[in-house]
């Protein structure tokens, strides 16, 4: 298992831009696949962007297609999640994710095996 941790949520107006990173613990970051996830209350976790082991392979869900950019920089065991043009719609606990495989399709909460605390982003009007 990995240990992560995410940090740089924040309260944002519509249209500006947020970097959330995501920390890992460990020698094995490499080894993983990672991803973002974001929920808001009384829905479920519902998949933002995956990025392969080195970087060079991406997903994104369509809402935030050409809008968000997922990178990581595994001397750092760090992945991050750059947000342009937020939506309000793009409040949401966001929840960096950990896993072994890299998947073709928007991976599933049940295709996670390491989560984060989540970080709060809020986008105002």
């Known amino acids: 298992q990995v240990q992560l941790v995410e940090s740089g949520g924040g309260l944002v107006q519509a249209g500006g831009s947020l970097r959330l990173s995501c920390a890992a613990s460990?020698?094995?970051?490499?080894?993983?696949?990672m991803g973002w996830f974001r929920q808001t209350p009384g829905k479920e976790r519902e998949f933002v962007a995956h990025?392969?082991?080195?970087?060079?392979?991406?997903l994104y869900s369509d809402s935030v297609k050409g809008r968000f950019t997922i990178s990581r920089d595994n001397a750092k065991n760090t992945v991050y999640l750059q947000m342009k043009s937020l939506k309000l719609e793009d409040t949401a606990v966001y929840y960096c994710?950990?896993?072994?495989?890299?998947?073709?399709?928007?991976?599933?909460?049940?295709?996670?095996?390491?989560w984060g605390q989540g970080t709060q982003v809020t986008v105002s009007s």
């Open positions: 994710a950990a896993a072994r495989n890299w998947y073709v399709r928007p991976p599933s909460v049940t295709d996670i095996g390491s």
């Open positions: 990025i392969g082991w080195t970087g060079s392979s991406t």
């Open positions: 460990g020698r094995t970051f490499s080894s993983y696949t």
